[in-house]
């Protein structure tokens, strides 16, 4: 087996070795409880990578997922009440709308994404704190279970986030590899003006992927409203860079078409393992982010694919 | 270049348009100064209140240009800093970290020598500059050597220094109140704190680098073609690892103003540095894909956004709606100030 031939699994490599050395260090890691937990608590952090993954892989990137979550808590709690399980059509078409927004403003008016998403972002912000008169909003308790109990309980013992993230998985995986838009995808990735030599109509495809982006990261945000039994403007705070940590750990690059949905899974899980590795090494609360930070630097030097950069190194 | 991107154009035209293109960003910032008068205007003509336009604004006034020029000082180096990485067709999102640990790092110092800007207490600030030019340093070596994208490890340098900054603090704040050192924010000459003329001095060194010297050559070549920069010879890793370590010491000029401004080092001093300064760059005309642009539009960018959201504090626009509005005026601002005719494609 030669070396070449192992790149691709460099951050699988990276996943598993980082979970041997926790759990060397502390059994207690192995136990499949525990990690059922672990795992369960991730999901909506690898549904806002999932999306964001398709941003990333065209070559852009969507800063906006983060306020899109947040605006999406507020609407959900707001129109439950309404719409019961119907919100959902609500939450999704909400978030295809931002993300189609983002998708034209980048490629109608050249616009980077880095800033059109971010402004897109704030529009968003400024709908959630408008929704909820900048106050912490709460679900009463019977309709949200009424409407989305089946969201967190437990079927053999496998709690139903999981299931939904499995589904979610294999559908963009589906998206991705048997598609033609995902073939779209890694043409527009790989070299964007041989996609437009070719004929494709780069500027939908592009959208579509930012519409995909928003339409996670609103599913994310009605995950965390379920969860957390309310909505408040700021409630997702602090997942953006994480999403984009967990896509970029994974092994897909900021330069796109290269990578992929499951590359995200992996990355998603290196992250939960890193987070979790302080808890079991027993980290000082006030040191977590700084190792988090050293172990991230190490994991990315480890784990990126170089050969697939194309030359130049921004 | 330029002629050829216009195509067919006779040269007049195509040069006028190259004009209106350069001087964009400032038609952008003149007009948002000369708008938010208006709404003041319609305001007190609804009330039946005598207003001159302009002369009675309280938003066109001398107070809240300095008012305007404080909240952006900080920005500003922080702007300054990422911009020479733009140019060179990189970024750089540690600033947020980078600020903090100089901050704190300062703030200690400075406590620990004295106290005072009197003393031996000085020399605080030329450390607090040092680390942040390690932090560059490190970045670039790291970005250079292991051959990682500047984006990756720059994200991951920006939770070490805000994790470093925390570890230092323990969560805690801490007060400068040096009288001679807050008087960067309480003297003022000719209506504005000396913090202001010193990040005018900060930002003629950063031009005079720019456009003065061998290093600010190399930027724009590295920006502009790095395999033509390789091939006529430059050490383009040296050009990389000076830069984000010049970018650095830049971010430990923000994290002093920043401490000047609100006389308080903590672990949140560099809280939403990164997507505004990034923001104010691109606005100010400064192309993400590096080569185009400067400090000089950074400055523009910079006021542009701080314009934005003093403006809409002064004409009493809802809390709920200003984020909204400043994200539809950061892609309007971005559009009118954007050379279009010399993308290819937008990432």
């Given at each position: 087996?030669?070396?070449?031939?192992?790149?691709?699994?460099?951050?699988w490599?990276?996943?598993?070795?980082?979970?041997?050395?926790?759990?060397?260090?502390?059994?207690?890691?192995?136990?499949?409880?525990?990690?059922?937990?672990?795992?369960?608590?991730?999901v909506?952090?690898?549904?806002?990578?999932?999306?964001?993954?398709?941003?990333?892989?065209?070559?852009?990137?969507?800063?906006?997922?983060?306020?899109?979550?947040?605006?999406?808590?507020?609407?959900?709690?707001?129109?439950?009440?309404?719409?019961?399980?119907?919100?959902?059509?609500?939450?999704?078409?909400?978030g295809?709308?931002?993300?189609?927004?983002?998708?034209?403003?980048?490629?109608?008016?050249?616009?980077?994404?880095?800033?059109?998403?971010?402004?897109?972002?704030?529009?968003?912000?400024?709908?959630?704190?408008?929704?909820?008169?900048?106050?912490?909003?709460?679900?009463?308790?019977?309709?949200?279970?009424?409407?989305?109990?089946?969201?967190?309980?437990?079927?053999?013992?496998?709690?139903?986030?999981?299931?939904?993230?499995?589904?979610?998985?294999?559908?963009?995986?589906?998206?991705?590899?048997?598609?033609?838009f995902g073939?779209?995808?890694?043409?527009?990735?790989?070299?964007?003006?041989?996609?437009?030599?070719?004929?494709?109509?780069?500027?939908?495809?592009?959208?579509?992927?930012f519409?995909?982006?928003?339409?996670?990261?609103?599913?994310?945000?009605?995950?965390?409203?379920?969860?957390?039994?309310?909505g408040?403007?700021?409630?997702?705070?602090?997942?953006?860079?994480?999403?984009?940590?967990?896509?970029?750990?994974?092994?897909?690059?900021?330069?796109?078409?290269?990578?992929?949905?499951?590359?995200?899974?992996?990355?998603?899980?290196?992250?939960?393992?890193?987070?979790?590795?302080?808890?079991?090494?027993?980290?000082d609360?006030?040191?977590?982010?700084?190792?988090?930070?050293?172990?991230?630097?190490?994991?990315?030097?480890?784990?990126?694919?170089?050969?697939?950069?194309?030359?130049?190194?921004? | 270049?330029?002629?050829?991107?216009?195509?067919?154009?006779?040269?007049?035209?195509?040069?006028?348009?190259?004009?209106?293109?350069?001087?964009?960003?400032?038609?952008?910032?003149?007009?948002?100064?000369?708008?938010?008068?208006?709404?003041?205007?319609?305001?007190?003509?609804?009330?039946?209140?005598d207003?001159?336009?302009?002369?009675?604004?309280?938003?066109?006034s001398?107070?809240?240009?300095?008012?305007?020029?404080?909240?952006?000082?900080?920005?500003?180096?922080?702007?300054?800093?990422?911009?020479?990485?733009?140019?060179?067709?990189?970024?750089?999102?540690?600033?947020?970290?980078?600020?903090?640990?100089?901050?704190?790092?300062?703030?200690?110092?400075?406590?620990?020598?004295?106290?005072?800007?009197?003393?031996?207490?000085?020399?605080?600030?030329?450390?607090?500059?040092?680390?942040?030019?390690?932090?560059?340093?490190?970045?670039?070596?790291?970005?250079?050597?292991?051959?990682?994208?500047?984006?990756?490890?720059?994200?991951?340098?920006?939770?070490?220094?805000?994790g470093?900054?925390?570890?230092?603090?323990?969560g805690?704040?801490?007060?400068?109140?040096?009288?001679?050192?807050?008087?960067?924010?309480?003297?003022?000459?000719?209506?504005?704190?000396?913090?202001?003329?010193?990040?005018?001095?900060?930002?003629?060194?950063?031009?005079?680098?720019?456009?003065?010297?061998?290093?600010?050559?190399?930027?724009?070549?590295?920006?502009?073609?790095?395999?033509?920069?390789?091939?006529?010879?430059?050490?383009?890793?040296?050009?990389?690892?000076?830069?984000?370590?010049?970018?650095?010491?830049?971010?430990?000029?923000?994290?002093?103003?920043?401490?000047?401004?609100?006389?308080?080092?903590?672990?949140?001093?560099?809280?939403?540095?990164?997507?505004?300064?990034?923001?104010?760059?691109?606005?100010?005309?400064?192309?993400?894909?590096?080569?185009?642009?400067g400090?000089?539009?950074t400055?523009?960018?910079?006021l542009?956004?701080?314009?934005?959201?003093?403006?809409?504090?002064?004409?009493?626009?809802?809390?709920?709606?200003?984020?909204?509005?400043?994200?539809?005026?950061?892609?309007?601002?971005?559009?009118?100030?954007?050379?279009?005719?010399?993308?290819?494609?937008?990432?």
């Amino acid at each position: 087996m030669s070396f070449k031939f192992l790149k691709p699994y460099f951050p699988w490599i990276t996943l598993v070795m980082l979970t041997i050395i926790v759990g060397i260090a502390n059994p207690g890691f192995f136990s499949p409880a525990g990690m059922i937990i672990l795992m369960a608590d991730i999901v909506p952090l690898l549904i806002m990578a999932l999306g964001m993954t398709f941003a990333i892989y065209i070559g852009g990137i969507d800063l906006s997922v983060q306020q899109i979550a947040n605006m999406i808590t507020v609407i959900t709690t707001v129109y439950l009440a309404q719409f019961g399980i119907g919100v959902v059509f609500i939450v999704i078409g909400v978030g295809a709308l931002f993300g189609i927004l983002s998708g034209y403003v980048t490629t109608r008016f050249y616009v980077p994404s880095f800033v059109s998403t971010l402004a897109i972002g704030f529009v968003a912000l400024s709908v959630a704190k408008w929704l909820s008169g900048q106050r912490a909003l709460y679900m009463d308790a019977t309709l949200r279970d009424n409407s989305f109990g089946w969201m967190f309980g437990k079927t053999w013992g496998i709690p139903h986030e999981l299931i939904i993230a499995v589904v979610l998985v294999l559908l963009v995986w589906f998206l991705q590899t048997r598609t033609s838009f995902g073939r779209a995808l890694k043409a527009v990735g790989s070299g964007e003006l041989a996609a437009v030599a070719s004929g494709l109509n780069v500027n939908r495809v592009k959208i579509l992927a930012f519409c995909i982006s928003g339409i996670f990261a609103a599913i994310a945000g009605l995950m965390f409203s379920v969860k957390l039994s309310g909505g408040d403007a700021q409630l997702a705070n602090g997942f953006l860079l994480l999403a984009i940590v967990a896509v970029l750990v994974g092994g897909t690059p900021l330069t796109g078409g290269v990578g992929g949905v499951i590359n995200t899974v992996c990355g998603t899980l290196i992250v939960m393992v890193i987070r979790a590795a302080m808890v079991y090494l027993e980290v000082d609360a006030t040191q977590q982010q700084m190792v988090f930070g050293i172990i991230l630097i190490i994991a990315i030097t480890l784990t990126i694919d170089r050969s697939k950069l194309r030359g130049i190194v921004k | 270049m330029a002629d050829f991107m216009t195509g067919g154009n006779s040269p007049l035209i195509s040069t006028l348009r190259n004009i209106i293109l350069k001087w964009a960003p400032l038609f952008v910032l003149a007009s948002l100064v000369l708008l938010f008068p208006i709404f003041e205007w319609l305001e007190d003509f609804q009330r039946g209140k005598d207003h001159i336009y302009l002369i009675d604004s309280r938003f066109f006034s001398i107070r809240n240009a300095s008012r305007i020029a404080v909240a952006a000082t900080p920005g500003l180096m922080v702007a300054i800093g990422v911009t020479f990485i733009i140019i060179m067709g990189s970024i750089d999102l540690s600033m947020e970290g980078t600020v903090s640990v100089s901050a704190v790092i300062f703030a200690f110092v400075f406590i620990a020598l004295g106290g005072t800007l009197a003393s031996w207490a000085w020399l605080a600030i030329p450390v607090a500059l040092v680390v942040g030019g390690i932090m560059g340093f490190i970045n670039g070596v790291i970005h250079v050597m292991f051959r990682v994208p500047s984006f990756m490890v720059s994200l991951a340098m920006g939770f070490v220094g805000t994790g470093f900054a925390l570890v230092l603090t323990g969560g805690d704040r801490i007060r400068v109140e040096d009288e001679l050192f807050r008087s960067l924010l309480t003297v003022r000459w000719l209506n504005f704190p000396i913090m202001c003329y010193v990040a005018l001095l900060a930002l003629l060194v950063a031009w005079f680098i720019q456009s003065r010297t061998t290093l600010g050559r190399n930027f724009y070549a590295v920006g502009g073609g790095e395999e033509l920069a390789i091939a006529s010879g430059l050490n383009v890793s040296r050009v990389r690892i000076m830069g984000f370590t010049l970018a650095g010491i830049f971010f430990a000029l923000g994290a002093l103003m920043a401490v000047g401004r609100i006389g308080i080092a903590e672990t949140a001093t560099g809280n939403n540095f990164m997507f505004i300064s990034i923001t104010a760059v691109v606005v100010g005309g400064t192309a993400l894909w590096g080569g185009i642009g400067g400090v000089l539009n950074t400055l523009v960018g910079v006021l542009i956004v701080n314009v934005i959201n003093n403006g809409m504090v002064v004409i009493g626009l809802p809390n709920w709606l200003q984020d909204g509005v400043l994200g539809v005026l950061v892609i309007t601002a971005v559009v009118l100030s954007t050379n279009r005719k010399t993308i290819s494609f937008v990432k």
